[in-house]
């Protein structure tokens, strides 16, 4: 499919400040809101519990606001679910109910029930919701249940194996369920609401866990940038690859500042549409260079500046069929997801928005200010020995050109000098016939003077003979044919 009809050439750099200062002006505003408000950070980056409760019946959103509220919870996060009106997704930036003070006073406690018998291991997880316990000696479900509940210890009152024995019999090792957070929070909602329901989901998110894979994406996408250049200056020149990274770091930026804008969350999907990103737009820069670097053999008497918009031009058509064609893909998502498929989808339609004019106007005029600074005398003198050579075979063409008009010259000027000829004067044909009978009386004299001779050299050749002829044979007298 051709957009642009082939041969056309846009100038496309002529409108280079604009954009090049439009670019200036998102890339500097969004790292300024990377700062200040700062990204909206999903679960993953921030830590903390994320439940789904469905009621029994419609619940107003204030009503569970001032229920969290009055727990601790004021920060809380309530996001009304598009679907159903009964359900509510919830978060809080708490992870678990036990602290590590806490779990030191517990441990205590379980110590001094168990009086005789050894305590070997008490291990809670980070969320609250699960503790590994070993003893010196067996004991029943039910025994070590009430043994817990004596110390303290929040033991799930429904479920199955909320004890469970684990690894060998002879290590008296159990896993034990424990309330969670989000069990308490929702038995804390449906009693200041008076509305039952049901806890479809909880998830948390240690704060250390979150830490961590905040950093392990920053790394990652700093990585990626790094190898892009790496690949870029081995596969081109070292003159394309800053303008690649530099319209890599713009896709990311305008994504993350579109998303601080619209407080969108920030969260591992996020990511991954960033990354995303960062190779679509990748593909569509090397599709640019390349032709470019294509364009720069094959015309070599072009300025870079030409050659860039001559690529461009002859790749337009393609960016754009492949650009519309995403985001009309992932444009359904965006409108009818849920909230972690739309923020994967917004992220794709504003990165492929911004990556197709930045491999235009972003990548693309970095290339041509670093070949004029730097690699302007090399550039200066191949275009000048393209000019050289394009200036001999216009000569050359030029030359052949009145070669062949001088031909068809040639049989037009022996044309008329023929009809010239054919049409005489009256002096130059009474000349004409007065040198033709000159000519024909010359001739008839020299016929006669040879005859004569002819004649006269038998004669002498017999006086020869007969004076000085030694042989005695005599010789016939040749006939002579008369002329």
Same mark, same amino acid.
């Given at each position: 499919?051709?957009?642009?009809?082939?041969?056309?050439?846009?100038?496309?750099?002529?409108?280079?400040?604009?954009?090049?200062?439009?670019?200036?002006?998102?890339?500097?505003?969004?790292?300024?809101?990377?700062? #200040?408000?700062? $990204?909206?950070?999903?679960?993953?980056?921030?830590?903390?519990?994320?439940?789904?409760?469905?009621?029994?019946?419609?619940?107003?959103?204030?009503?569970?606001?001032?229920?969290?509220?009055? +727990?601790?919870?004021?920060?809380?996060?309530?996001? $009304?679910?598009?679907?159903?009106?009964?359900?509510?997704?919830?978060?809080?930036?708490?992870?678990?109910?036990?602290?590590?003070?806490?779990?030191?006073?517990?441990?205590?406690?379980?110590?001094?029930?168990?009086?005789?018998?050894?305590?070997?291991?008490?291990?809670?997880?980070?969320?609250?919701? +699960?503790?590994?316990?070993?003893?010196?000696?067996?004991?029943?479900?039910?025994?070590?249940?009430?043994?817990?509940?004596?110390?303290?210890?929040?033991?799930?009152?429904?479920?199955?194996?909320?004890?469970?024995?684990?690894?060998?019999?002879?290590? +008296?090792?159990?896993?034990?369920?424990?309330?969670?957070?989000?069990?308490?929070?929702?038995?804390?909602?449906?009693?200041?609401?008076?509305?039952?329901?049901?806890?479809?989901?909880?998830?948390?998110?240690?704060?250390?866990?979150?830490?961590?894979?905040?950093?392990?994406?920053?790394?990652?996408?700093?990585?990626?940038?790094?190898?892009?250049?790496?690949?870029?200056?081995?596969?081109?020149?070292?003159?394309?690859?800053?303008?690649?990274?530099?319209?890599?770091?713009?896709?990311?930026?305008?994504?993350?500042?579109?998303?601080?804008?619209?407080?969108?969350?920030? %969260?591992?999907?996020?990511?991954?549409?960033?990354?995303?990103?960062?190779?679509?737009?990748?593909?569509?820069?090397?599709?640019?260079?390349?032709?470019?670097?294509?364009?720069?053999?094959?015309?070599?008497?072009? *300025?870079?500046?030409?050659?860039?918009?001559?690529?461009?031009?002859?790749?337009?058509?393609?960016?754009?069929?492949?650009?519309?064609?995403?985001?009309?893909?992932?444009?359904?998502?965006?409108?009818?997801?849920?909230?972690?498929?739309?923020?994967?989808?917004?992220?794709?339609?504003?990165?492929?928005?911004?990556?197709?004019?930045?491999?235009?106007?972003?990548?693309?005029?970095?290339?041509?200010?670093?070949?004029?600074?730097?690699? +302007?005398?090399?550039?200066?003198?191949?275009?000048?020995?393209?000019?050289?050579?394009?200036?001999?075979?216009?000569?050359?063409?030029?030359? #052949?050109?009145?070669?062949?008009?001088? *031909?068809?010259?040639?049989?037009?000027?022996?044309?008329?000098?023929?009809?010239?000829?054919?049409? $005489?004067?009256?002096?130059?044909?009474?000349?004409?016939? %007065?040198?033709?009978?000159?000519?024909?009386?010359?001739?008839?004299?020299?016929?006669?003077?040879?005859?004569?001779?002819?004649?006269?050299? $038998?004669?002498?050749?017999?006086?020869?003979?007969?004076?000085?002829?030694?042989?005695?044979?005599?010789?016939?007298?040749?006939?002579?044919?008369?002329?």
């Amino acid at each position: 499919m051709e957009l642009i009809k082939p041969g056309r050439v846009i100038d496309f750099m002529g409108m280079r400040r604009f954009w090049i200062g439009l670019s200036l002006f998102l890339t500097i505003s969004s790292i300024i809101l990377m700062f #200040k408000p700062g $990204p909206k950070y999903g679960l993953d980056f921030k830590g903390g519990t994320e439940l789904t409760v469905r009621f029994e019946r419609r619940v107003d959103q204030g009503d569970v606001r001032r229920s969290l509220s009055s +727990h601790g919870h004021g920060s809380a996060e309530i996001v $009304p679910s598009a679907t159903d009106p009964r359900q509510m997704l919830i978060r809080v930036e708490a992870a678990s109910v036990i602290d590590t003070a806490r779990e030191g006073r517990l441990r205590e406690a379980v110590r001094r029930a168990l009086g005789d018998v050894q305590l070997r291991e008490f291990r809670m997880s980070q969320g609250g919701d +699960h503790l590994v316990i070993q003893l010196g000696a067996a004991k029943t479900e039910a025994e070590l249940e009430t043994l817990l509940r004596s110390a303290g210890v929040d033991v799930r009152a429904q479920g199955r194996e909320r004890i469970k024995r684990i690894g060998d019999d002879a290590e +008296h090792r159990y896993n034990v369920s424990l309330v969670s957070l989000g069990d308490q929070i929702f038995s804390q909602l449906t009693t200041d609401t008076g509305a039952g329901g049901e806890l479809i989901a909880s998830v948390w998110v240690s704060p250390k866990a979150s830490e961590k894979l905040r950093n392990e994406a920053i790394k990652a996408l700093l990585y990626s940038l790094v190898f892009i250049m790496i690949y870029v200056a081995f596969r081109f020149d070292l003159r394309f690859a800053p303008g690649g990274i530099l319209a890599l770091f713009h896709d990311a930026v305008v994504v993350i500042g579109v998303f601080v804008i619209f407080r969108r969350e920030v %969260s591992i999907a996020t990511v991954a549409a960033i990354l995303t990103v960062v190779g679509y737009s990748m593909n569509d820069t090397i599709i640019v260079y390349d032709r470019v670097r294509e364009n720069l053999g094959k015309r070599r008497g072009l *300025k870079m500046l030409d050659v860039i918009n001559v690529s461009i031009s002859e790749t337009f058509s393609r960016t754009l069929v492949t650009s519309a064609t995403v985001i009309l893909s992932v444009l359904p998502f965006a409108i009818m997801g849920s909230e972690v498929i739309q923020n994967f989808a917004i992220a794709m339609i504003v990165g492929v928005l911004a990556g197709t004019y930045s491999s235009i106007y972003v990548a693309t005029p970095l290339t041509e200010w670093i070949d004029s600074k730097f690699f +302007h005398p090399a550039t200066q003198a191949l275009a000048a020995a393209a000019t050289a050579e394009q200036a001999r075979f216009e000569a050359k063409q030029a030359a #052949k050109k009145s070669e062949s008009a001088a *031909k068809k010259s040639e049989p037009e000027a022996k044309s008329s000098d023929e009809s010239e000829a054919s049409e $005489p004067s009256a002096s130059e044909s009474a000349k004409s016939e %007065s040198s033709e009978s000159t000519e024909s009386a010359e001739s008839s004299s020299d016929a006669e003077s040879s005859a004569k001779s002819e004649e006269s050299k $038998p004669e002498a050749s017999q006086s020869e003979q007969g004076e000085g002829g030694t042989s005695g044979v005599s010789r016939r007298k040749p006939k002579v044919k008369d002329k």
